[in-house]
């Protein structure tokens, strides 16, 4: 029995690699180890409901502050990921189950139960299902709406790369409130961060969701840190823009292990307030710019800025 629990087990394609060192982190990016009476409901919750959650898996640096306050992402489709991306800490290999029926459901529990008024799904890639996925996103977004109404739901899905086109359509239908994507970083270092999708698909999807309902908030996300340039970074803003993406997100890549992708530098705080000016130059309705920024970071305050930045532009149009 697979123990992910183990590295090399978790992550056995990296296994073989040689070992990049990973350097002490500077004072703006350390953050208090989890804890609290708020903390602690919110994992009971996940464990008696049987669910994953992205802030565990992945490591998030964030998962103390969010869970304090109630707010998990929910991880569906199993912690088992078919992609290998080099910068990820989720399990890899292919998956020792078939999608949970039941687990829309038990999210949509949970939501309740959390009293969330803002709740982010996201999932593993299942490229071992035909449709990727996309059913199972769309039955949770109905599950949630029929027991929590008031809650805007954000869904961070994978690129349903070897799909049916056609099967996008079936997210779109269930009419989630924000579909993110993330881009994750610039083409040009696709082949070694994550080879195994590709950048112009990646942004072609979240165009086909804006041409599809244009009253769904398109968002992606970017790390920094990984060998990037700055004008390559700016020409991702573009490429967004082109694509018509409301909200973007810019964030440190931080190295989960030795054997993941070698982190490149940290970059300053001053670096991630000028990418944030220049991005809100470039038309973006919201942008998020800092060292800890995560795709569902703050997610919730931020699409109340989000829904006020569209109100706002229709008003002055």
Known sequence: ??????????????????????????????????????????????????LTTVCEEAGCPNVGECWSQGHATMMIMGEVCTRACTFCNIATGKPPEDLDAFEPGRVAEAVKKLGLNHVVITSVDRDDVEDGGAEHFAQTIRAIRHRSPGTTIEILTPDFLHCDPKVLEVVVAAKPDVFNHNLETVPGLYPSVRPGARYFHSLRLLQRVKEMDPEIFTKSGIMVGLGE????????????????????TIGQYLQPTPKHHVLDRFVTPEEFAAFEKAA???????????????????????????RAARLERLATA
């Open 1 to 50: 029995m697979r123990d992910l629990k183990i590295p090399a087990q978790r992550h056995p394609e990296k296994a073989r690699r040689p070992d990049n060192a990973q350097p002490k982190k500077p004072s703006w990016i350390r953050v208090k180890a989890p804890g609290g009476e708020g903390y602690a409901e919110t994992a009971r919750i996940m464990r008696d409901n049987n």
């Open 229 to 248: 340039e700055r004008a390559a970074v700016h020409q991702v803003m573009d490429d967004m823009r082109a694509a018509d993406i409301d909200f973007l």
């Open 280 to 306: 809100f130059g470039k038309g973006f309705l919201m942008v998020s710019a800092t060292p800890l920024t995560r795709s569902s970071y703050h997610a919730g305050d931020d699409f109340a800025r989000l």
